[in-house]
Nanobody, 121 residues
């Protein structure tokens, strides 16, 4: 079984920063793309940022220049550094990872349980 466990959410004032972490554990042979999504109240889930196993990154336009995605392949962990947070960044943030559990197995898509990020004064 593979699990993604997130941490680092919370309440922060506008302009503040938070760092989210997401660690993959269990039977893991290879981890491919990892990323972050969010779902704000009353809205659909949207992609925030992603990072390949080689370190190539992609960002949604609304976070470019404010958020940074990174990963530690030795720890199967992905991070999201969020700076200059705005009230509209308030959402539940989910990590996602494409993982092959053993050699020869198909690549499956896994999700974390979600962590709440609230930006308010």
């Amino acid at each position: 079984q593979v699990q993604l466990v997130e941490s680092g959410g919370g309440l922060v004032q506008p302009g503040g920063s938070l760092r989210l972490s997401c660690a993959a554990s269990g039977r893991i042979a290879s981890v491919y793309n990892m990323g972050w999504y969010r779902r704000a109240p009353g809205k659909q889930r949207e992609v925030v940022a992603s990072i390949s196993s080689g370190g190539a990154t992609n960002y949604a336009d609304f976070v470019k220049g404010r958020f940074t995605v990174s990963r530690d392949n030795a720890k199967n962990t992905v991070y999201l550094q969020m700076n200059s947070l705005k009230p509209e960044d308030t959402a539940v943030y989910y990590c996602n990872a494409e993982i092959r559990s053993w050699r020869g197995a198909p690549v499956d898509n896994y999700w974390g349980q979600g962590t709440q990020v609230s930006v308010s004064s």
